[in-house]
């Protein structure tokens, strides 16, 4: 069943907010190839530190058009802005352009696990490891949608 962002994202919140994990399966490709929208399923739980580069969250993000949205991202980046106040920088493992920011009250909850169909969980080191070959991830994802995805679908 698919139920749209603007329904499913406050409930889960809300869920988060109760100290709970929950578990959905996003949909999309922005965050290819670690997570298969629409096949693998995310663990998210609440935030009981401070986001750090590289963690998964689920956010309320301002996405380039100007527009709210929710993005399930990766943190690329933190700045700290005069006040002192840290905004969070965040893009999909499969973009190559495009950033979303946000501030700590609009992050939802950060991604813990990630489970494939199979039930097998990835290893989320896997995932660090391609948010640091953004230098060649150009040349990685070319080679992942134009070979592997044809074996995969």
Not at 58 to 66: R, W
Request: aromatic share 8%.
């Amino acid at each position: 069943m698919v139920v749209a962002n603007d329904i499913l994202i406050p409930e889960l919140g809300r869920l988060l907010n109760e100290e709970k994990e929950v578990r959905f399966t996003p949909s999309g490709v922005s965050m290819r190839p670690f997570i298969e929208g629409g096949k693998d399923s995310v663990i998210l739980a609440p935030l009981k530190r401070l986001p750090r580069v590289g963690d998964i969250l689920l956010a309320h993000v301002t996405a380039f058009n100007g527009r709210k949205t929710y993005v399930l991202h990766r943190l690329i980046r933190i700045e700290h802005q005069g006040t002192g106040e840290a905004v969070y920088i965040l893009q999909g493992d499969g973009n190559l352009t495009g950033e979303e920011r946000c501030t700590r009250e609009e992050i939802i909850g950060q991604v813990t696990a990630v489970e494939a169909p199979s039930g097998k969980r990835k290893i989320m080191t896997r995932g660090r490891l391609w948010f640091y070959a953004r230098p060649i991830r150009k040349w990685l994802l070319k080679v992942y949608r134009h070979s592997l995805l044809k074996w995969n679908y």
